[in-house]
Every structure is written in C-alpha cells, then in structure tokens.
C-alpha cells in the first residue's frame, strides 16, 4: 500500500509546479550559499564519506553548498540546484549524532542529484523509495560502525513523518531491530 506523508505530497507537488512554470529561480533570489567545508572541516577525510561519494569525495565536497533556511525543520537537498539545505536552529540545537548521520544521509541524496536520479519519485512511499533506503543504509552502516545500538538506530530513523509501521517496515529492509 503506498502511502505518501502529506507534508512530502504537497511540498512534492510544489516544486513539480514551480519547476514547470519555470519560476523554480525565484525560490533562489535573496539565499546566500556557503561552502560545505567551511562549517564541517575533515569531512573529506571521512571513511563513510568516502565510500559515499569515491574518487570525486574531495571535488564534491569542495564545490558543495550549503543554503541555511528556516524552511524545513532539519536538512535536505534543494532540488533546484543541489545545495544541502540546513535549518540553522537544528543545526545549533540538535543532537551532535543526529546532525551528523543526517549529514550522511543528505550526501548520499547529493551524490544521487548529481547522478540524475529522481529524489522524489512520487511511485514510492519514503520508508520504500530506493533514494531513501540507500541514504539509511549508510547511515546505519555509520551508526553500527559508531557503536550505536538497535534502539538507538531506530531512535533515530523514526521521525514525525513516518508512522510506526512506516518505521518498522524501513528497519526491517535496513535489517535493524525496531
């Protein structure tokens, strides 16, 4: 059954619209870009990083932006361009592990931007879209690797978009107790 969290349905079908009439620009005008290696240092240097995004890890993050906006409670990949969206309060307030996997998560969605593929191909509900659960993959990679337990995984895969069978139905393709 696939089921869609609204939230992701309407900002979906946003950008789709916003993209056919061609006013995707106007969602730029006025956002300062950073460069990623500015606000986190090493992370070219990073194992998971690097296994990630290969040979090109050093040009990518080099060349990477970061777009800090209030929009969205977290971080994300801009679909426009491929910058890595960041809530600043998320990234002052939350937790150091979160931000971090989340970081792992989202460069995964950038190596996938840059390839062409479809972040949100809307055929898929998000525990089931491929972009997704190969962005969790490494991050549960990262976190076993951390020392990190189940509970602690599944902590932090649930988020207020996902139902509990959503959380469930995403551990066990993530081979993850929950």
Known sequence: MLTIDWREAIMFKAFRFLSVLRLD?????????????????????????KQILGEKTREVLGSLKVEFTPIGGYMGVNPFNGHLMINPRYLNNGNRLDIYLDLIHELVHIRQFIEGTELFDANYSYVERPTEIEAYRYVVKEAQRLGKSDERICEYLKTEWMSDDDLKRLAKVLLVKC
């Open 25 to 49: 620009r106007l969602l730029l005008l006025g956002i300062s870009t950073y460069p990623f290696l500015d606000y986190f240092k090493g992370f070219e240097n990073v194992e998971i990083i």
